[in-house]
Structure formats: C-alpha cells, structure tokens
C-alpha cells in the first residue's frame, strides 16, 4: 500500500486506518513541535497531489481484504490532508464501500473555504488543532503560511461546527512557556465556548520536535488547563487496546513503515506490534547494524527514527 497505513492503535480513535493524502510535509503550517521534521512545501494550494482513484483502490482493495477490525478510516498522516483537492469525493466513496466511521485529523487552517466545509461534511469525526488564538502565540507556535491569520482560522472552525451534523474534537497541543500562560489559557477557553466542540483534547510534546526549544508542559499543568476547560477536556492518553494488531512475520517492515510516520520508543514500538520490548530490540539492532534507523535523545528517552 502506497498510501495507506496500519491498522494502526491510536490514542484516540481505537484501532485506524491511515490514509495518507498529500505529500510528506506538504501544509500549511510548519509547526515548532512537528515531529516529522520540517515542511518543505508550505502553501495552501488544493490539488489533487495523488490520484484520487489510486487512493480509493487502495482502500477498497483492503476492505476486501480486511483482517484486523477497524474503528476507524482516518485521514491524516505527513501533511495537511484538506489540501488533497479531492477529499470530499474520496470520502463519499468510502462512504459506499463501507460503514466503517470516517475521521479528519486537520489543523483547521483551512476550514474558512467552503469547499473545504463542503468536503468534510460527508466524515462522521472532524478533529481540527488550535494550539492558539492570539496572534503572536499562533504564529510563534504554527509558524503559518504568510496570508493565514488566526481570526480567520477561528471563525472558519466557529462556522463548520455550526453546520457539521458529525462530531468535532478539538485537540490543543501545548508548549510549555509558550501557549500556557494564564491570559492565553484565558482567551482559548472564551473561544472554545465559541466553537463548542464534542470534546476538548490536550496534548504536548512527547516525541522528539523541529525545534528544540519546544518543551513539554508537564502533566501537573496539562491537568489544570483540562479542569478549566470543564467536563469535555481531557489529557490524551496511551491506546490501551488489543495489541496483537498485526501478525509477528515482517516485524522490521512494520517498524520501517512506523517510523517513516514519527519517531518511536522501544515502548510505542512494542505496544504498537503486541511484541515484548526485548523482542522489539532485537529488530531495532538489525535495522540499526544496517543504517536504516537511527536514534536520538529526548526528555530522557530513546527514540528512534529513519536513517537521514
């Protein structure tokens, strides 16, 4: 598969199935946290980068083939998946094949279109990121194509919850000494009662990022923002599910496959593949004896990653 991935367990969604839409790093942003590395082709030009055909395919060639139950079709992956031109016809496709839950995972910077609000009326979940909302912070943290402005960006995310039947989540990742200080916590709370999602997600940086400088907020101060964000806040957790996902054959081309999405611990690894982390060592020292991956130092643990 080209561009699908998984089933995958996600934190979120159960057990997903990616897809893929738009080249590696192509977005709108080019996030300080990212943790695939810089965006090569910032822009917010629509086109339809791969064949929308080739991509449902793909996917009907899977559920044909389905062995792994699925809660999920989610379309995410290494770059903005609104920027695929075609999103809305792949989903309505999708929507033919199978019943099967369809999700979005965007960063919301282009939900001002209205064919973007248009193409994404047809997925059942829409989880747009705001990982600010003043000016200054937005662009300091999601470093955005030049002409976004983050008014802009609000109140398309205001205007697709008030006409979007499914459900939305809105997920926040933060940094710490950049969008947790009390008067913006303030401000994000104001327009989260705007927006009115299903669900309020906090996140923060837990695999290696671009920059540096972008650290984690630890929990103690994740849990404070989640409790003044009310009931529907929450602090993304580990997936807890069934980890025998996939079979124990092609353990390297499974974790190959991974670590071209993000960076991973021993542990994500062996919860991922429903190996015992000793087992998942012992591929790691063969792909590592033969440069494929490599690996680095963050927040006092060992990820691994493709060989540059």
Not at 7 to 32: E, F, H, N, Q, W
């Amino acid at each position: 598969m080209r561009y699908l991935y998984g089933p995958v367990p996600s934190r979120r969604l159960g057990v997903s199935l990616g897809v893929d839409l738009v080249p590696r790093k192509t977005c709108t942003y080019d996030c300080i946290y990212c943790q695939l590395g810089r965006t090569t082709n910032k822009t917010l030009k629509r086109d339809a980068y791969i064949p929308a055909q080739s991509i449902i395919r793909e996917i009907e060639e899977f559920l044909g083939h389905m062995k792994t139950p699925v809660d999920y079709i989610t379309f995410s992956g290494s770059g903005e998946p609104t920027l695929h031109s075609q999103i809305g016809t792949i989903i309505g496709e999708i929507k033919k094949m199978t019943s099967i839950p369809v999700a979005v995972i965007t960063n919301g910077s282009l939900l001002f279109l209205a064919e973007v609000k248009r193409d994404l009326s047809q997925a059942d979940l829409v989880i747009p990121s705001l990982d600010a909302v003043s000016k200054t912070v937005y662009e300091t943290i999601n470093r955005p194509e030049i002409s976004l402005e983050i008014d802009r960006v609000i109140q398309g995310v205001v205007d697709f919850r008030e006409q979007f039947r499914g459900q939305i989540w809105i997920e926040i990742l933060y940094c710490r000494g950049m969008n947790d200080d009390p008067s913006e916590v303030a401000k994000m709370k104001e327009v989260l009662e705007q927006i009115n999602p299903d669900r309020i997600q906090l996140n923060t940086v837990y695999r290696p990022p671009v920059e540096d400088y972008a650290s984690p907020l630890a929990e103690e101060r994740l849990r404070e923002i989640a409790e003044s964000f009310g009931a529907k806040a929450s602090i993304i957790t580990p997936y807890r599910g069934d980890k025998s996902l996939w079979g124990k054959g092609e353990v390297e081309a499974q974790i190959i496959d991974a670590l071209n999405r993000r960076p991973l611990t021993v542990e994500d690894m062996a919860e991922m593949l429903g190996l015992h982390p000793q087992e998942v060592i012992k591929h790691l020292k063969l792909l590592l004896d033969g440069n494929t991956i490599g690996y680095r130092l963050h927040g006092r643990k060992i990820f691994y990653e493709i060989a540059s």
